[in-house]
């Protein structure tokens, strides 16, 4: 992909669950597959590391306008070279859409969330 540096996409996913069980419904929703122990699911048209919030706030995750920033975990995603921008943008999409059906919080921070179901998740109440 030629334009790597706008599409590269974070997205803060909230849940109980543990980093593993997370990684292991990323690699489900995803079919994807576990690089090392790093944290990483790779698949055709992405990587996705996963990581702990470090601004993780149990109390300020259920409140307020912006409170996706305290949710507990955030996803790094960055396209890989062979994807299309729009093959990326739905696996993107599915991934966001997956995260929902499983019951997590999930928003989208990129330059392209307008292309996103929900517009990332901003608009929970909307329809897809």
């Given amino acids: 992909m030629d334009d790597n540096k706008t599409m590269y996409c974070k997205i803060y996913v909230d849940s109980d669950m543990n980093e593993d069980q997370l990684m292991g419904l990323i690699t489900r929703i995803t079919s994807g597959s576990v690089i090392s122990r790093i944290s990483t699911v790779s ?42 921008q729009v093959r990326y943008i739905e696996s993107v999409s599915n991934l966001l859409q997956g995260l929902w059906l499983s019951g997590c919080k999930a928003v989208a921070s990129c330059d392209f969330e307008s292309k996103l179901p929900r517009s990332g998740g901003y608009q929970a109440s909307s329809v897809d």
Avoid: H, V, W
């Fill in 43 to 84: 698949t055709e048209d992405f990587n996705i590391y996963i990581d702990s919030n470090e601004d993780f706030d149990e109390s300020r995750r259920l409140r307020g306008q912006d409170q996706f920033l305290f949710y507990r975990y955030y996803l790094d995603i960055d396209p890989t070279d062979n994807a299309t």
